[in-house]
């Protein structure tokens, strides 16, 4: 008999928070009714077991949303840490803008011209390599992804794309042609195959 009840009593522990939580206001209604007049008087001991549920109700209750206000303060921390991460990442490149060679700020600035927040690009980044070093173009392929050594996937992350958008006269674009015929814009950030 007292296995039984011990076993029904863990089994209320496990109660989705919802539940204890009406059980909770529940109790607390039926107590102060029968208080009130409203319903009939308890014995000491119905009235026991009720306030023992309600103490039990309403600390699992407190628990579940305790437990819920720390997943939101965990998530809200989280996104407060990736906003701060973003700000600092933007200042450090508006530290280093005025350190930016003349091939990199030509390929931002033809990333900038034609609109290219995404681009391919070959493998080891080409001319880019000190931006990808930097972070200041970041490759963007997903694990399993398969892609030509040539045609990597690269990207200018917001942060950069917005202080090149506020600053656009810092990032010309020069537009340099092919030889031959027909004459086609040349993407900044390949090396030829002749210089390899």
């Keep these: 008999m007292m296995e039984t009840a011990l076993s029904k009593a863990l089994e209320y522990l496990k109660t989705a928070a919802w539940q204890t939580t009406t059980i909770a206001i529940a109790t607390a209604l039926f107590l102060y009714l029968s208080r009130t007049g409203s ?44 906003r701060r991460a973003r700000l600092k990442a933007e200042q450090s490149f508006r530290a280093y803008e005025p350190f930016l060679s003349e091939t990199e700020r030509q390929i931002l600035g033809y990333l900038l011209n034609y609109k290219l927040k995404t681009f391919v690009g070959d493998q080891d980044g080409g001319y ?12 963007v392929g997903v694990p399993g992804q398969s892609f030509d050594l040539d045609k990597c996937p690269l990207a200018v992350p917001d942060f950069v794309w917005k202080v090149m958008e506020e600053m656009p006269e810092k990032f010309p674009h020069t537009p340099v042609f092919s030889e031959g015929r027909p004459k086609v814009e040349v993407e900044p950030w390949r090396i030829p195959w002749q210089l390899r």
């Design 39 to 82: 319903l009939p008087a308890l014995d000491p001991l119905p009235s026991l077991v009720a306030w023992v549920l309600l103490f039990l109700s309403a600390a699992l209750s407190v628990a579940a949303i305790g437990q819920s206000a720390q997943r939101g303060v965990e998530a809200l921390w989280k996104l407060f840490l990736k």
């Design 128 to 139: 880019a390599g000190t931006l990808i070093a930097r972070g200041t173009i970041r490759y």
